[in-house]
């Protein structure tokens, strides 16, 4: 896809991975919105940054080897520092730039479902304005243009970002909105 170019660099600074007690609760909704066809990438804000699911991981079955921990982007030399094994989420920009912009805001949870793009006017449910490559800082400047004053964004044509002060609140919004599309079929 001609949306490599743009895809940001990844640094490992260690290969520590996360142990924070709250993966506990990531690794089941992970799950659960693997259960409900989401393809997820979830994460949680830790005090340095935030942890992350990585790249293409089986949302089913995540172990803490499935998961990194984002401590820094340079936002001009396009790079993640990581701490961990694999590559981050190729959503991780769109994850940074809401922590950074959204203080209160301590889960993001991102999915895709058809369901939510076909039925997003009929829900009233904001949308980003233009289609931009996925793992780019255009499209996530898109979405943080809707999540300044929003906790939910339909991204065009791809998916959606949820948002919550904890994961219940990020994961429960998420599915509701779900519910609603699937009830309009
Ligand atoms: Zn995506």
Known sequence: MEELAKKFKTEFVSDDLPDEKEIKDLMQWCSQ????????SLSFRIEDGFV??????EPNNLS?????????????KNVFYIEGKKEPSIESIIHYLIYNT????????????????????????????NEQPEGTMELANEVLDILRDNDFVVIRN?????????MKEAGDLGIKILKKAQVLK
């Not at 919105?33 to 997820?40: A, D, G, V, W």
């Not at 990194?68 to 936002?75: A, C």
């Open 33 to 40: 919105f693997h259960k409900n066809n989401l393809r997820p």
């Open 102 to 129: 959204r203080d209160e805001i301590n889960a993001i949870f991102n999915g895709h479902h058809d369901l939510i793009l076909k039925n997003a006017e009929k829900l009233k449910l904001p949308i980003t304005k």
């Open 158 to 166: 791809h998916g959606f970002v949820s948002l919550g002060r904890n």
């Open 64 to 76: 803490n080897d499935s998961l990194v921990s984002v401590i820094n982007y340079d936002v001009y």
């Open 52 to 57: 992350i699911t990585a790249n293409n991981v």
